[in-house]
């Protein structure tokens, strides 16, 4: 509701003794309306940030009751900009991208994999619509605080019903650079969190601090899509049927893919409310000893596995255990192929 329609019914029913019953109400909604519409600029800003300015940092990343620090080198350009991330603790790996490619260094198992296909990235990605995320989600901004020596805002995500997770976020107030994150269960306690312990934002990066350290000298390298036995074939309509999902989450890539040497095409249907988003797989059944029931966790990923009609469903996602579960008992196969 607009600023002078607001003020035009506040006026009528105050000048004509109307209804005033009716005014702290009115008020309330158009509060919550504007404290949404401030929180949805933050979340803009802070988007457009993440990708738009250079940035050398250090940052602590806690999940599944483990503490890692990493250090990301991002530099931004119209082309979609470079980016290093590198571990600093545990065995040495590194993910380097461009507009080109992936390159994934492990130096645990010596190996190198390069392809299109991005790992998840360290801070959560909000789209663009906020317009439809606010169906499912309520956007709120929650005041100030300070992170890394820094003024923030923080802003919080909360999701309307119980099959998605929240989000907290800190955003600086003078660039709006994202310096904290949590992911939060419906009570609201963080189940993982990104945190800045150190940030330098500067006009241009040296190119140094773009290149690898590991060289994959001597390791094994790997090109996705080089094995045209198992490359994803994307097109035409799953033989297979997802029928309950939560409100607001759609079909947004389908594959056919062999996911093991030897094994049969699987399907992979993914689905999405913009944020959240999980994953199905569905696999024959080559023995039961290969089977995967019930639920298994790990941090704030949770996995669902049954059998049906002989086939492995696996369901799998950033999303509490009651979605992936009542994903997993909800499919089927298609009408077509009954």
């Known amino acids: 509701m607009c600023v002078w329609l607001v003020m035009t019914v506040v006026t009528w029913m105050t000048t004509n ?36 300015l250079n940035y050398d940092g250090t940052f602590v990343y806690l999940h599944d009751g483990k503490l890692e620090s990493m250090r990301i080198v991002h530099q931004a350009s119209e082309q979609g900009g470079q980016e290093r991330l ?30 299109q296909s991005r790992p998840r990235p360290p801070f959560p990605v909000v789209p663009d619509d906020l317009d439809r995320l606010s169906r499912y989600y309520h956007l709120q901004v929650q005041g100030e605080d300070r992170m890394a020596g820094h003024l923030t805002q923080v802003v919080a995500i909360t999701p309307k019903d119980g099959f ?25 306690v963080a ?14 990066l040296s190119a140094v601090a773009l ?32 029928k309950r999902l939560p409100i607001g989450f759609q079909m947004t890539d389908f594959q056919r893919k062999r996911m093991r040497k030897g094994g049969a095409s699987a ?33 704030a990923m949770n996995a669902f596995g049954a059998v049906v009609d002989g086939y492995q469903v696996t369901v799998v996602g950033e999303v509490p255990p009651a979605t992936v579960q009542m994903v997993a008992a909800s499919v089927q196969r298609a009408a077509a192929d009954k």
């Open 17 to 52: 003794n109307c209804m005033k019953w009716l005014l702290p109400a009115l008020l309330a909604i158009t509060g919550q309306a504007f404290a949404e519409q401030s929180a949805r600029q933050w979340l803009d800003n802070m988007s457009t940030a993440l990708q738009s």
């Open 191 to 204: 189940i993982e969190q990104v945190m800045f312990t150190q940030l330098e934002v500067s006009d241009r």
């Open 267 to 299: 399907e992979h249907m993914v689905f999405s409310d913009g944020l959240a988003s999980l994953s199905v797989y569905i696999e024959k059944v080559k023995s039961q000893a290969d089977t995967f029931l019930g639920l298994s966790t790990m941090g």
């Open 211 to 242: 290149q690898p350290s590991l060289t994959g000298d001597g390791y094994n390298w790997t090109r996705q899509g080089d094995d045209s036995r198992n490359a994803a074939t994307a097109g035409g309509s799953p033989r297979w049927a997802v």
């Open 86 to 115: 590198m571990s600093l603790t545990g065995s040495p790996r590194e993910v380097l991208r461009d507009n080109k490619a992936v390159t994934c260094i492990m130096a645990d198992n010596k190996s190198v994999t390069v392809g």
């Open 164 to 188: 998605r997770y929240g989000y907290r976020f800190w955003i600086d107030t003078s660039n709006y650079m994202l310096l904290k994150s949590d992911l939060t269960n419906a009570d609201g």
